[in-house]
Every structure is written in structure tokens, then in C-alpha cells.
């Protein structure tokens, strides 16, 4: 499916949704987002008052280590400048219990 007046080349076939939701994350490591074989890109956003920590496959997270994003706005995405996406699980651990995630996955 293309747009009308937008060049066929500018239309990437290969994404198939974009799918936003949220995580309340927690003061003990959780998965937060399972592995997606077809995932193209993701975009983390902080919408919460205190500090999150992202971790990418099996690992834990841990306070003070991994992906900070800072309070009320911090982010992460991926592709990455490379043009690389994990495609594995990802974890998060915050500085406080209740601490709000904003998602949203392409695949």
C-alpha cells in the first residue's frame, strides 16, 4: 500500500505495524518486552518522575547500570546509528517502584 504523491521508493513494504503501549516498571528487574524476530525498531520513553534502567537479553537490570533513561522525557531507540535492532528481550529496573515506560515497537 503506497500514499498518494509519495515516491514508491520512500515506502518501506518490510514494516508490518507500530504498536504503542507502556510498562509500569518496578524496583526488581523484569522483562519488559519479549523477543520479536521481525521487530525493525523500538522507542523507549521515560514518562515517569525518576530514574529507569534498560538492559537488553537475559541480564538483570541493576540500579545504575545498563540504559539510563533520565526522568520525564529520557529516551532510547534503536535502530541505531549502525541501522542495528536488538530482536532479543528487554529488562528494566527503576530508582522507584511505579515508574512509567512508554513503548513503542515496529516490526
Not at 67 to 75: A, K, R, S
Request: glycine content about 14%; hydrophobic content about 40%.
Amino acid at each position: 500500500m503506497y500514499r498518494q504523491g509519495v515516491p514508491r521508493y520512500l515506502v518501506d513494504d518490510a514494516y508490518g505495524a507500530s504498536v504503542p503501549t507502556f510498562a509500569t516498571v518496578g524496583v526488581a528487574s523484569a522483562t519488559f518486552l519479549s523477543q520479536n524476530l521481525r521487530r525493525k525498531g523500538v522507542l523507549f520513553v521515560n514518562t515517569s518522575a525518576n530514574m529507569i534502567y534498560l538492559t537488553k537479553g537475559e541480564s538483570p537490570g541493576v540500579v545504575g547500570s545498563g540504559i539510563p533513561l533520565y526522568p520525564n522525557g529520557g529516551h532510547y531507540g534503536e535502530p541505531d546509528n549502525l541501522g542495528r535492532v536488538w530482536l532479543g528481550v528487554w529488562n528494566a529496573i527503576a530508582s522507584v517502584a511505579g515508574s512509567n515506560l512508554a513503548i513503542t515497537e515496529d516490526w
